[in-house]
């Protein structure tokens, strides 16, 4: 066991600009945020509350377990462009009946029109993020206005993303709460279990379940999760319950730019514990092991320095080691090269991905506050200090899959290398 020791003095006037500077950020974040909790507006909410109806985020409130956390993705998504920040879809892991869910509520306060890519975007990483981690899918489906909405139609995609999930028997649940149209209408026709309810649902099937008021509605919806008997596949955390680290959390406002990765890992790995792998070999990217809320992970991190071949061979040396021993990798900032992301993409164990993009394609992609909140091609600007939360939450999720690395992820070929 190595406890790694990195106290820092958060006074010091750089630590102290580094806080300014992402406290600034988070800001802009949480103003971003109000923007997709805000849904259609003023006008809209009232107008949808006054009809007796619950907005999405009540609705997931109402469905989830008690005092259960939900961990939203892509909140801020559409941020910065001419359409709804949020999208007018709130996607995102629960736990419903001790169940990890994936689930999509569709706002039908903000209109989606036909050329807004971003609530099928939304829509469809929901379903992969469902389908590569095993966890039931849950939509709560009602479009805006006469349900015509719903983004361009390119159905094709979102129902091969749903059909995935029927080929490896993960269940599907819709309940319906008014009208629904465009891609929206998948939802419920692809859904294994229906939830309509009365007086607010479109036509019905005979095989649909009706419910006498939303409420009613989420109650079915959390019946039929009980009755599933769904077990997790992965294995249980190793450690439980987990050490915290030895740092706090408040610090990483002051080095998530910080060019020793280890600062940060001593703030969100359990007892700051890290095993460095080849600790004098290839120092512009730290690698090694450790455990996050009792999972064991191996890390690549790196510190803004360019790979060479020395940083590459450690890169995919821990890559297969990890497939070797069914142990999730965790991506911290680090940029790869085509050797290294050759490795990752055969790779088949978890990967997480923090500030490094989606080489690899990685189960769960996050980032840090940068200049804005809306971040580009991930599931979320995290702050800083909730990374050890958020991390460990997608580490539970994709353990309801079975954890098996590949027999083999390549040779690493010096040629391969950026220079």
Known sequence: MTVLDTAIDPRTPAYLESRGIALERLARLEAALDQARAGGGEKAVTRHHARGKLLPRER?????????????????????TEFPVGAGVVTG???????????????????????????????????????????????????????????PHRAGGLARDLGRLAAERVPIFSVVFGPVGGNDAYLPQLSDYTIMVRGHGSARSPHDQPAEDERDGLRLARQCVRRLNWRKRGPLPRTFPPAAPKYDAEDLLSIIKTDDPREILARILDGSD???????????????????????????????????????????HLIQLANATDTALLLLAVRFGPAEIEALTLSTVPHLALDTGRAGDP??????????????????????????????LCLSATHSAVVEGAGHVGVFRPGKVDQ
Not at 281 to 290: D, E, S
């Open 60 to 80: 997931v409130e109402m469905l989830l377990d008690q005092d259960s956390p939900f961990l939203e993705l892509s909140p801020a998504a559409a941020w910065g």
């Open 93 to 151: 892991l629960g736990v419903v009946e001790g169940v990890e869910c994936v689930i999509i509520a569709t706002d039908p306060t903000v209109d989606r029109t036909a050329h807004n890519p971003y609530p099928l975007e939304k829509i469809r990483r929901a379903a992969r993020i469902a389908s590569s981690n095993r966890l039931p899918l849950i939509n709560l489906v009602e479009s805006p206005g006469d349900g015509a909405a719903g983004g």
């Open 274 to 316: 890290f095993d460095e792998f080849k600790p004098a070999h290839g120092p512009a990217l730290v690698a090694g092991w450790g455990e996050l809320h009792g999972y064991p992970v191996g890390v690549l991190a790196g510190t803004g320095a360019a790979h060479t071949a020395a940083e590459t061979q450690k890169a995919v």
């Open 363 to 392: 189960r769960f992609v996050f980032s840090w506050p940068a200049e804005e909140p809306a971040g580009g091609d991930d599931d979320g600007v995290i702050d800083p200090r909730d990374t050890r939360t958020v991390l460990g």
